[in-house]
């Protein structure tokens, strides 16, 4: 699979006597967004998981630009540009939602936290963090304290603490989980606009959302990758109607 930017080879993993993820070779290339789809328990979490670095695959291998990142801690596969949303900085609940971001920035390049230098001194930092804001639709909320900020709010000040860290390629798992139907609406609306400039691997249950979405498609049932393909495609697979979408699905 050449062209790349994030693969899995065979991976596998293993609770127990539960094969979780059964050798699981899946690619998310440059600018596209994958969804990963499937009933619960199908292993997507845990799949992402293994992506991030949070869990260690028993088996197989995980390809960010073409080198191994199995073996590496989440600090490290972040810094390369592979982050998950939401994990790599916990949101500080006393500070704005700008410093929050400006703190997610930092830690991304590697700077050390100074206490002693006031965090917003950072020019460079607070423009990128902006950005972030900007591209989140928060940069009204900027000067907002975390606690103050309405959970669809708080969503978004996750995503755009993951954007201000540059990555090349996000992991997002269940980005509209618990949001309004209008929330939810902001969200693809915000992830169509985030496709193609960065590469997103989405598990999401929100069928609409995936189907709007999704470059690409894959099936994951009893952790194991059943099909791989577009929209359509998914949509005209038998196989695929038959155990996941059912045959009455309209997507
Ligand atoms: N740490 C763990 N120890 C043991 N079993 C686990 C662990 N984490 C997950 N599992 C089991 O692994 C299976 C896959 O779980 P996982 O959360 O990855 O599925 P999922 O597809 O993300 O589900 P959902 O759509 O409900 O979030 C489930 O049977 C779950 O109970």
Do not use: C
């Amino acid at each position: 699979m050449t062209g790349s930017l994030l693969q899995t080879t065979t991976l596998t993993k293993r609770f127990g006597g539960l094969l979780v993820t059964d050798s699981v070779s899946i690619d998310v290339r440059p600018g596209e967004l994958h969804a990963i789809i499937g009933p619960n328990g199908a292993g997507k979490t845990t799949l992402i998981n293994q992506l991030s670095g949070e869990l260690q695959a028993d088996a197989g291998e995980v390809l960010f630009s073409g080198q191994r990142v199995t073996a590496l801690p989440i600090h490290q596969r972040a810094r390369r540009g592979l982050l998950r949303s939401y994990q790599i900085t916990s949101v500080f609940e006393d500070f704005t939602v700008l410093e929050n971001t400006v703190f997610a920035a930092m830690g991304a390049k590697g700077h050390a936290f100074q206490f002693w230098k006031p965090m917003l001194a950072r020019e460079d930092l607070v423009a990128i963090a902006r950005e972030a804001l900007g591209v989140t639709n928060l940069l009204a909320r900027a000067d907002t304290l975390a606690s103050e900020l309405a959970y669809g709010e708080r969503r978004q000040l996750e995503l755009a603490m993951a954007l201000a860290a540059q990555p090349q390629v996000l992991l997002l798992d269940e980005p509209m989980a618990g949001m309004s139907v209008q929330e939810s609406a902001g969200v693809v609306q915000l992830l169509k606009k985030l496709k193609g400039t960065y590469s997103i691997l989405l598990i999401e249950h929100d069928m609409d959302a995936v189907f709007a979405l999704a470059d690409r498609i894959t099936v994951l049932v009893y952790g194991k990758a059943l099909f791989s393909g577009t929209p359509d495609q998914i949509r005209n697979d038998p196989e695929v109607r038959a155990v996941y979408l059912g045959d009455e699905a309209k997507v």
